[in-house]
T-cell receptor, first 113, second 118 residues
Framework: AQSVTQPDIHITVSEGASLELRCNYS??????LFWYVQSPGQGLQLLLK??????LVQGIKGFEAEFKRSQSSFNLRKPSVHWSDAAEYFC???????????FGTGTRLKVLA | GAVVSQHPSRVICKSGTSVKIECRSL??????MFWYRQFPKQSLMLMAT?????????EQGVEKDKFLINHASLTLSTLTVTSAHPEDSSFYIC??????????????FGPGTRLTVT
C-alpha cells in the first residue's frame, strides 16, 4: 500500500541552526514528491517538488530536498532556520496517473529565538 | 499563476442545516479537483475526487450522500455538507489540477474553509 511517513511529529530548533525534516514513502514506482508548509489556520504552500531528473531539488525560502531512491526518502533541509519558518510541514506523494496525493502526518516545527 | 480560491473562508452553521463551500481555479482550467478534510493538528485526508461533468469519486469511508460534490464547470467545484452535525466541524481544503499541465501531477491548493457546526 502507498504511504508516507514523517517520523518526527515535533521538532524544535534554534534560530540560525540547520534543519532536516524526514520523509519516507512506500510506493511501487518512482512517485512525484512534494513538500508543503502550512501556517496555523492557513492553506498549503508548496515549498518544492520532485518529478524526475536531478535528485537535489531547490525550493522557495531557502529550502532544498534530496530524493534518495535507495532509501525511499525525500528529506527537507534548510541550512539556517528563521523564526518565520515555524509552521507545520507536510510531505506528500503523488500517485502517478491518478493524480491523488497521499500526505504524511506532518512535522510541527518550533523555532527558538 | 495557478491560484485557487475557496469561499467562504469561515462558516458557522447550526446542526441539521446544509452548507456549501466553493472552490474556484482563477487562472486555469481544472477538469479535476480534490476535496480534503483536515482535523486539528492532523494531516489532510482525501475525501473525494471531483471530475468536471461527471460524478465525483469518493474515498472509502466518506459518505457521498452527506458530502455532495458538484463540478459543473472547468473552474468551479462545490462541496455541500448536508444535515451538518458538530462532528463535521473541520477544515476543508480543495485543490485543483491544471488540465493543461500534461503528465505532471501537480495540484494547486486553496486556502481552506473552516466549518464550525454548533
Amino acid at each position: 500500500a502507498q504511504s508516507v511517513t514523517q517520523p518526527d511529529i515535533h521538532i524544535t530548533v534554534s534560530e540560525g541552526a540547520s534543519l532536516e525534516l524526514r520523509c519516507n514513502y512506500s510506493y511501487g514506482a518512482t512517485p512525484y514528491l512534494f513538500w508543503y508548509v502550512q501556517s496555523p489556520g492557513q492553506g498549503l504552500q508548496l515549498l518544492l517538488k520532485y518529478f524526475s531528473g536531478d535528485t537535489l531539488v531547490q525550493g522557495i525560502k531557502g529550502f532544498e530536498a534530496e530524493f534518495k531512491r535507495s532509501q525511499s526518502s525525500f528529506n527537507l533541509r534548510k541550512p539556517s532556520v528563521h523564526w518565520s519558518d515555524a509552521a507545520e510541514y507536510f510531505c506528500a506523494v503523488g500517485a502517478v496517473g491518478t493524480y491523488k496525493y497521499i500526505f504524511g502526518t506532518g512535522t510541527r516545527l518550533k523555532v527558538l529565538a | 499563476g495557478a491560484v485557487v480560491s475557496q469561499h467562504p473562508s469561515r462558516v458557522i452553521c447550526k446542526s441539521g442545516t446544509s452548507v456549501k463551500i466553493e472552490c474556484r481555479s482563477l487562472d486555469f482550467q481544472a477538469t479535476t479537483m480534490f476535496w480534503y478534510r483536515q482535523f486539528p493538528k492532523q494531516s489532510l485526508m482525501l475525501m473525494a475526487t471531483s471530475n468536471e461533468g461527471s460524478k465525483a469519486t469518493y474515498e472509502q469511508g466518506v459518505e457521498k450522500d452527506k458530502f455532495l460534490i458538484n463540478h459543473a464547470s472547468l473552474t468551479l467545484s462545490t462541496l455541500t455538507v448536508t444535515s451538518a452535525h458538530p462532528e463535521d466541524s473541520s477544515f476543508y481544503i480543495c485543490s485543483a489540477r491544471d488540465s493543461g499541465s500534461g503528465i505532471r501531477d501537480e495540484q494547486y491548493f486553496g486556502p481552506g474553509t473552516r466549518l464550525t457546526v454548533t
